[in-house]
């Protein structure tokens, strides 16, 4: 006999109120397709992380000897995207979870293993997909 395990679901509810001293136009977002296990401000990332950057737009560097490469990825218009942290964490699954802003961005650097961010990324689709679904979503008048 076989037993189905339900689908886990989790609804955690973000309410933010973000202040213009979160402006931070020299903050940059890296969104990279690897874990590491560390949360916080790099330090001299100018000095371990060399971005070489091509005429397509594309940026080269490499992590721990494997190639990586990005494109700038604009936050489409309307939308603002938010870095948060847990500010308490919780014990259990059906505790409230509290979770502050840090910084905010209108774009990030998107980084890829071997090759560039293009359309069939999920990270682009998921983008993409904002545009789309504000345009299902309209009132149709006649």
């Known amino acids: ?3 189905e395990s339900k689908p886990h679901t989790q609804i955690i509810e973000v309410r933010t109120s973000v202040s213009s001293k979160l402006q931070d136009g020299d903050k940059k977002v890296q969104h990279l397709p690897f874990s590491i296990d560390y949360n916080g401000a790099a330090k001299n990332m100018d000095e371990y992380f060399v971005i070489e950057k091509s005429e397509n737009g594309v940026q080269h560097s490499a992590f721990r000897g494997r190639p990586i490469k990005s494109k700038e990825t604009a936050i489409p218009d309307g939308y ?40 069939d990324n999920q990270t682009q689709k998921s983008l993409n997909w904002l545009s789309l679904s504000q345009v299902l979503h309209e009132t149709i008048t006649e």
């Open 1 to 3: 006999m076989t037993s």
């Open 80 to 119: 603002t995207g938010l870095v948060i942290q847990e500010s308490s964490s919780s014990q259990r699954e059906d505790e409230e979870r509290s979770f502050m802003v840090q910084h905010q961005f209108k774009s990030f650097t998107h980084w890829e293993l071997d090759n560039p961010p293009n359309s």
